[in-house]
């Protein structure tokens, strides 16, 4: 009987409201979800930090259920990792992604590289690249337009595997980026270890970066560190003017945030490419 007290809290007022969200109902619905095509793919702009180009987009999922209507993902993919759906989720946004590229290239739009996060539990499986592979195989996309986002709980704990998989990505023409960095136990070792093409800086750093010196102090050196392993930086989380003005100073490459765009709609997001700036 572990976490009785917080469990009886939880089942007390999913039995109040009506609302299946324990955790084998959601379950249940997470493995209909995919059949029934209830996720669904939106995208966050990252645009060139002088001139509000768009660079690229994060892929980020989201759940229209049934029932419970939009879910976040932090209200299923942590479950999802708990239950092993995560690899199955992890390709359909992969495939999702790929499929949406090819349909935007069809209508001549100017597209960028997409990002797509990849759970650890997704990244160390063994059969990661000849997933990815046969990915690029089926849907013909360029694979310079995939990057994707891994954050350090992928290679902690068996950094050798991480490594190889990671350079032999990045052979087949895959970006990869390495997400929410200053979190956690990211480290400089990691860094140099790691070959990356992009470093995205928490938005725990960016939030205060305008009124603690230590997070600025700290951005500033993260940006000229990986500038000089020759790496690209965005700043995730971007708000306020005031975090531009001092990242544009910084000379970070690219912007993440509200202040620029919230993660849309495809057809919304469409619209964006079809201009190619945002303001
Ligand atoms: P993340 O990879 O760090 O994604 C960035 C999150 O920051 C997104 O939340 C985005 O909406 C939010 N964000 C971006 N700019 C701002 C801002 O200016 N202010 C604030 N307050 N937030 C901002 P979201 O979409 O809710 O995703 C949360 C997390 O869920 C992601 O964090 C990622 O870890 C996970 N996730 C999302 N989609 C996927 C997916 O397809 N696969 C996997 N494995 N994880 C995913
Ligand atoms: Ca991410
Ligand atoms: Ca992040
Ligand atoms: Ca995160």
């Known amino acids: 009987a572990k976490q009785l007290g917080k469990n009886n809290v939880q089942l007390f ?14 379950e249940a619905d997470m493995r209909k979800a995919l059949i029934n095509n209830e996720f669904e793919v939106y995208y966050q702009p990252r645009v060139c930090t002088n001139t509000g180009k768009i660079l690229s987009a994060e892929a980020l999922i989201r759940w229209n259920h049934p029932e419970l209507g939009f879910l976040p993902p932090i209200e299923f993919i942590p479950l999802a990792e708990e239950n092993g759906l995560i690899s199955e989720i992890g390709d359909w946004v992969a495939k ?6 090819k349909a935007w290239q069809g209508e ?6 997409i990002s797509i996060n990849i759970s650890a539990q997704g990244f160390l499986r063994n059969d990661v690249i000849s997933r990815f592979q046969s990915l690029l195989d089926e849907t013909n996309i360029d694979p310079h337009l995939l990057e994707i986002e891994i954050t350090e709980s992928s290679y ?3 950094m050798e595997k991480v490594v190889q998989d990671l350079a032999e ?7 990869v980026a390495l997400d929410d960095f200053g979190t956690g ?24 970066i305008a009124e603690k010196k230590q997070d600025e102090v700290i951005t500033s050196g993260i940006i000229e560190l990986a500038h000089g392993l020759d790496i690209q930086v965005v700043a995730e989380g971007v708000e306020t003017k005031e975090q531009l003005t ?4 910084k000379n ?15 057809a919304e997001f469409r619209s964006l490419l079809e201009k190619g700036f945002i303001q």
């Open 156 to 158: 902690m704990f068996n």
């Open 13 to 26: 007022s999913n039995a109040l409201s009506g609302k299946p969200t324990d955790h084998y109902e959601l």
């Open 169 to 175: 990505l990045r052979k087949m023409g895959i970006k």
């Open 96 to 101: 999702t992604v790929c499929i949406q590229l």
């Open 185 to 208: 136990f990211s480290s400089l070792t990691q860094l140099k270890e790691l070959k990356i093409d992009t470093l995205k800086i928490d938005r725990s750093f960016i939030k205060h």
């Open 246 to 249: 001092l990242l544009r100073a």
């Open 108 to 113: 001549q739009l100017q597209v960028v590289p």
């Open 252 to 266: 970070c490459d690219q912007i993440q945030g509200y202040l620029f765009s919230k993660p849309i709609r495809e």
